[in-house]
């Protein structure tokens, strides 16, 4: 058998399967959320199809090549985000106030994902590798400031980009892999204090109006306060009564066999048109499918992540270790954000489902991540392999001569 049909054997197939089912669910409640609706949109579960396609061609590529690589490739990587952020302020486009997107001729995408995924692996570079390359990082203090560094730029960035969401994702990310970074519980205990100094002050001097509203309508809407339903409110509190009211079985994704007076509310366009099938696909997909069915894609979901952190337990090594738990805590940030904000407990701030969302590149990128996960599990006996290989190549040594005694007999 060659090598490249070894590791294509040693895919680890019950990360596999889920992740190829979950992606076949949505392309289905993309097309349950924009089928019915006018050109624009009703085909964008078709072009997921190819989104997807393309992905799974680089999940099967990242997937063959030694993550290794990183040792080389991630301070360039990390450039090119930082670079495609640098264009996005002076040159991206602005959505819902918020610079997200450039456009390099027919291709429209987000530096943000690109700066996010990049920064992970920079990050799990300087905290496993970083000693050895640079003796100074031996010192925990030392290489906790390079760390800070590196998440700080790409956050820096994405904070002056007005995109909240992906600035929220990478506190988890960050957290997460100082956790499993052999960093020592005093600095990290210190950092969370100093965060929640500093949050109140961010709430008041560092947020804009309409970003302390969304907060806000947020907290009065669990507090059982009333809100404006016509204003601030209007999102909101449609996405938690399509939520609310879809009952077990929900409404499925026929518009003309919705229950006479349970009307779905993403037939009537209360659900936001031109986002149902990317920021707020939880809330279709509750509707449609019902408690049922968007349970049973959280239960997925755990698997996934249950799965993902078994490949971090297997990696033979720390580099391993931290990638994997990086993309963990980025996919779970997102997963976690999504569903927050579709049943209102979280504030609304745009955020993706990772392998359901229409998207380009964050299918991308998601695809890339996964494919990063499965080269740790494929190449976690790497070393082992080495040192059997070492072993039988070598020659055996020769017996040594029988001692004989300097007495005569």
């Not at 010192?139 to 960035?157: D, G």
């Not at 904000?341 to 890339?368: A, D, E, K, Q």
């Given at each position: 058998m060659t090598p490249l049909l070894r590791k294509f054997f040693g895919i680890n197939w019950l990360f596999f399967a889920p992740m190829i089912a979950m992606m076949a669910f949505g392309v289905l409640s993309i097309h349950a959320a924009v089928h019915f609706r006018g050109p624009e949109l009703s085909d964008k579960w078709n072009d997921q199809i190819h989104w997807m396609l393309y992905g799974l061609g680089i999940f099967l590529i990242t997937s063959m090549i030694d993550y290794k690589w990183v040792k080389w490739g991630a301070l360039p990587m990390y450039l090119l985000g930082l670079g495609l952020m640098t264009y996005l302020l002076f040159k991206g486009e602005e959505v819902f106030g918020?610079?997200?997107?450039?456009?390099?001729?027919?291709?429209?995408?987000?530096?943000?994902?690109?700066?996010?995924?990049?920064?992970?692996?920079?990050m799990a570079l300087v905290l496993a590798e970083g000693q050895n390359i640079?003796?100074?990082?031996?010192?925990?203090?030392?290489?906790?400031?390079?760390?800070?560094?590196?998440?700080?730029?790409?956050?820096?960035?994405?904070?002056?980009?007005?995109?909240?969401?992906?600035?929220?994702?990478?506190?988890?990310?960050?957290?997460?892999?100082?956790?499993?970074?052999?960093?020592?519980?005093?600095?990290?205990?210190?950092?969370?204090?100093?965060?929640?100094?500093?949050?109140?002050?961010?709430?008041?001097?560092?947020?804009?109006?309409?970003?302390?509203?969304?907060?806000?309508?947020t907290y009065k809407l669990l507090a059982g306060q009333k809100v404006d339903e016509k204003g601030d409110g209007w999102a909101l509190s449609h996405i938690i009564t399509a939520v609310a009211t879809a009952g077990w079985d929900g409404k499925g994704t026929d518009p003309d066999a919705v229950p006479t007076g349970n009307k779905s509310l993403t037939h009537l366009n209360l659900v936001p048109t031109k986002t149902s099938h990317n920021d707020f696909i939880f809330a279709v997909i509750a509707e449609a499918f019902g408690f049922a069915g968007s349970a049973l894609m959280?239960?997925?979901?755990?698997?996934?992540?249950?799965?993902?952190?078994?490949?971090?337990?297997?990696?033979?090594?720390?580099?391993?270790?931290?990638?994997?738990?990086?993309?963990?805590?980025?996919?779970?940030?997102?997963?976690?954000?999504?569903?927050?904000?579709?049943?209102?407990?979280?504030?609304?701030?745009?955020?993706?489902?990772?392998?359901?969302?229409?998207?380009?590149?964050?299918?991308?990128?998601?695809?890339?991540?996964?494919?990063?996960?499965?080269?740790?599990?494929?190449?976690?006996n790497r070393v082992l392999e080495a040192a059997e290989g070492a072993r039988s190549g070598s020659p055996r040594p020769s017996p040594r001569p029988a001692a004989t005694s300097s007495y005569a007999t």
């Open positions: 918020q610079k997200i997107a450039v456009k390099l001729g027919p291709i429209t995408f987000q530096p943000s994902q690109v700066a996010i995924s990049s920064s992970v692996l920079m640079i003796p100074i990082l031996r010192h925990h203090f030392l290489r906790l400031l390079a760390a800070c560094v590196v998440f700080a730029v790409p956050f820096l960035f994405i904070l002056k980009a007005k995109d909240i969401g992906s600035a929220l994702v990478m506190l988890p990310i960050f957290g997460a892999m100082l956790l499993t970074g052999n960093i020592p519980y005093r600095y990290l205990i210190t950092m969370v204090l100093l965060g929640a100094i500093a949050a109140p002050l961010v709430y008041f001097f560092g947020l804009k109006d309409y970003q302390q509203e969304r907060i806000d309508v959280m239960v997925g979901f755990l698997f996934i992540f249950v799965m993902a952190l078994t490949i971090a337990f297997f990696a033979c090594d720390s580099l391993g270790r931290l990638i994997v738990t990086g993309i963990v805590a980025l996919l779970f940030a997102h997963t976690f954000e999504h569903i927050g904000m579709n049943i209102g407990l979280l504030p609304i701030t745009g955020i993706p489902l990772p392998l359901v969302s229409y998207g380009g590149t964050f299918v991308l990128i998601v695809m890339f991540l996964f494919g990063m996960m499965q080269s740790v599990w494929i190449h976690r």
